[in-house]
């Protein structure tokens, strides 16, 4: 199911392929489970992107830079 978000991060707006059943999604757009209940399939990438628009690769940049800046 392709998944359109926002990073929380950068403000880029991404759309991601994710192997979501699409009532498991509904679920937690509701309210009625959160996303580890009702996604326990997904991996963190793909949760963490549904969450917050976030992928892997901005996690690693932001927090490489982080790394590289606390030791400057």
Excluded: C
């Amino acid at each position: 199911m392709e998944i359109k978000r926002k990073s929380v991060i950068t403000g880029v707006e991404r759309v991601v392929n994710i192997p979501v059943n699409p009532e498991d999604l509904i679920l937690w757009e509701n309210g009625d489970a959160s996303i580890d209940d009702a996604m326990p399939y997904l991996n963190n990438s793909d949760r963490e992107f549904i969450l917050s628009g976030i992928t892997q690769e901005e996690w690693r940049a932001v927090f490489a830079e982080e790394i590289y800046d606390s030791y400057i």
